[in-house]
């Protein structure tokens, strides 16, 4: 069982920045994808990144493309999403998740494992 753990959240004024992180344990990582998906409440998670941890492939949603990078350590086991020129539709509970590479990245059930999660919010 994989555990993750997200840090990070904060409270930051439009324009500003965050750097999350997920450490993860439990298992070797060479052949993994780790993920950062937000959710407000009463709506679905939705994807924002994913890197795929054998080779540093990364995909985005389109509205985080060119503002958050992910990336990950791969001597501290952790995954970072770093946020800038943040705005207040980014405003959200953000969660780490683990699982194995697929073409459906931006999928909650390609996912079997999650962080608790932690909230980033962006004022206006």
């Known amino acids: 069982q994989v555990q993750l753990v997200e840090s990070g959240g904060g409270l930051v004024q439009a324009g500003g920045s965050l750097r999350l992180s997920c450490a993860a344990s439990g298992r070797t990582f060479s052949n993994y994808a780790m993920g950062w998906f937000r959710q407000l409440p009463g709506v679905e998670r939705q994807f924002v990144a994913v890197i795929n941890w054998s080779d540093g492939s990364t995909y985005y949603a389109d509205s985080v493309k060119g503002r958050f990078t992910i990336s990950r350590d791969n001597a501290k086991n952790t995954v970072y999403l770093q946020m800038n020129s943040l705005k207040p539709d980014d405003t959200a509970v953000y969660y780490c998740?683990?699982?194995?590479?697929?073409?459906?990245?931006?999928?909650?059930?390609?996912?079997?494992?999650w962080g608790q999660g932690t909230q980033v919010t962006v004022s206006s």
């Open positions: 998740a683990g699982g194995p590479p697929s073409s459906y990245y931006d999928t909650l059930e390609e996912y079997d494992s």
